[in-house]
């Protein structure tokens, strides 16, 4: 036996909740498995704040030091109140399209559906098969502006077919896992005046490349087994990878 701290979740899933996670998991490994070009056709995104200022991660903080020299100390900080919201959509090519909110509007349904409008343009420019063969799908999480009736009736009337995505479950969104680590651990640690926020940003998403982004969804796939074994409850950190 030995002393272990509790796993700090989103929410305690009930059983049907973590059901309603299997069924979708094994529904999206039945996808790839039927088409081959499944995972090249999804174009994933989401929304999030990039901070002026971040707070390190602990490896990030860490210094070497001899056994006899004393502990180093730290003083508690918190993150910045200068923030600009981020939303980025991508696939296994790279970004499809990426766009700062304005200060003072927040992600409402509204703004939310202008969002979409961008993307299809953008997917119309930078992926002009998939637009002209229609094969391309769309995958967001399930904020409530994704979800919202104003939203799911322009996908219906777009005829934007969704990739479904289990609810309360970040270990399967590939923003959450991928995309927004890799962005953010760039900038911890780092101070930016408001107009450098999105520049640094900028900065970091370009250097990310085609591998990397295929690797992502690769990743993806594995998490659809981890998802099974765990029974359609939380993984991250216990699976791995």
């Known amino acids: 036996m030995r002393c272990v701290a509790s796993k700090f979740v989103p929410r305690l899933l009930s059983v049907?909740?973590?059901?309603?996670?299997?069924?979708?998991?094994?529904?999206?490994?039945?996808?790839?498995?039927?088409?081959?070009?499944?995972?090249?056709?999804?174009?994933?995104?989401d929304e999030t704040w990039v901070y002026a200022y971040d707070l390190e991660t602990k490896t990030q903080s860490s210094q070497w030091k001899s056994p006899g020299s004393p502990r180093l100390k730290k003083a508690r900080q918190v993150r910045s109140n200068i923030k600009s919201m981020l939303i980025c959509f991508f696939d296994q090519k790279g970004t499809v399209h990426k766009e700062f909110v304005p200060p003072g509007p927040t992600v409402n349904v509204a703004f939310y559906v202008q969002v979409l409008k961008c993307s299809r343009e953008n997917v119309r420019r930078k992926r002009?098969?998939?637009?002209?063969?229609?094969?391309?799908?769309?995958?967001?999480?399930?904020?409530?502006?994704?979800?919202?009736?104003?939203?799911?009736?322009?996908?219906?009337?777009?005829?934007?077919?969704?990739?479904?995505?289990?609810?309360?479950?970040?270990d399967l969104a590939p923003s959450d896992f991928f995309l927004l680590p890799k962005l953010k651990i760039k900038l911890k640690g780092r101070r930016f005046q408001m107009e450098?926020?999105?520049?640094e940003s900028q900065a970091v998403l370009n250097m990310l490349r085609e591998n990397d982004f295929q690797e992502c969804f690769k990743n993806w796939q594995r998490r659809w087994d981890h998802c099974q074994v765990s029974e359609g409850d939380y993984f991250e950190s216990d699976a791995g990878p």
């Open 196 to 199: 450098e926020i999105q520049a």
């Open 128 to 170: 002009p098969d998939q637009w002209r063969n229609n094969t391309w799908l769309l995958h967001h999480n399930n904020a409530p502006a994704h979800a919202a009736l104003l939203t799911c009736q322009f996908l219906t009337y777009n005829n934007m077919t969704v990739v479904p995505h289990p609810p309360y479950l970040p």
């Open 16 to 45: 049907e909740q973590k059901q309603q996670q299997l069924d979708i998991c094994l529904d999206l490994k039945k996808n790839a498995a039927n088409n081959p070009s499944f995972l090249s056709n999804v174009i994933t995104g």
